[in-house]
């Protein structure tokens, strides 16, 4: 999805390589998307160890800290620290990384607005997040998880969690994106029995 990925001259794909489009750091692109994807589903999934989490929060706090495991070659390959000997820092990956692992994430039904198939990006409206506000998500994510074709993905409602605290809508980052199950007709009859009583029991 970066722009030396669609460069088909061989001589313009270093020229390319170098454009905002193609950097993590560049907010909003599909590289910013994917890497927030990628370190959101590392902290949630598959965390670091202990002693490598240690060694990051104390870089983000400005402590001193001791690294006998060498837990930093780690984390500069995953590009969440960088710099060496006594310059290291925590980059916005980093800090990503960490605000995942404490942020709360929560079940929600997303619908999708529109797809825009050329910048293969999708309106959404994430709806434990905001009634009616849309977010931008990249398409193939949501087709991948539900089986769909871009063009089929419009007017589905799909389920993920997110983390609904964020307060700007490019922070939202889905993930456990499926297709909910079937509401089944037992269900739509008794729904107005549990209303009538107070609510769903």
Request: charged share 25%; net charge negative.
């Amino acid at each position: 999805m970066q722009c030396h990925g669609h460069v088909s001259d061989p001589e313009l794909v270093t020229a390319v390589s170098s454009c905002p489009c193609s950097a993590e750091t560049t907010r909003a692109t599909h590289a910013w998307r994917l890497a927030q994807l990628r370190v959101v589903k590392h902290a949630t999934e598959h965390p670091l160890p202990k002693a490598a989490e240690y060694v990051l929060r104390a870089l983000a706090d400005g402590d001193s800290f001791e690294d006998p495991t060498d837990e930093l070659c780690g984390l500069r390959a995953r590009r969440y620290v960088d710099g060496d000997g006594e310059a290291w820092r925590i980059t916005l990956l980093g800090r990503r990384y960490l605000l995942a692992l404490d942020e709360p994430r929560y079940t929600s039904a997303v619908y999708v607005n529109t797809v825009d198939v050329p910048t293969r990006t999708a309106q959404v409206v994430v709806l434990g997040w905001h009634m009616e506000r849309e977010v931008t998500v990249l398409a193939d994510q949501l087709a991948a998880a539900a089986e769909l074709e871009l063009g089929e993905l419009p007017g589905c409602y799909l389920e993920a969690k997110v983390n609904v605290g964020a307060a700007d809508p490019d922070d939202l980052v889905l993930t456990r994106i499926q297709v909910p199950a079937p509401i089944t007709e037992d269900y739509v009859a008794v729904r107005p029995v549990w209303l009538r009583d107070g609510g769903a029991r």
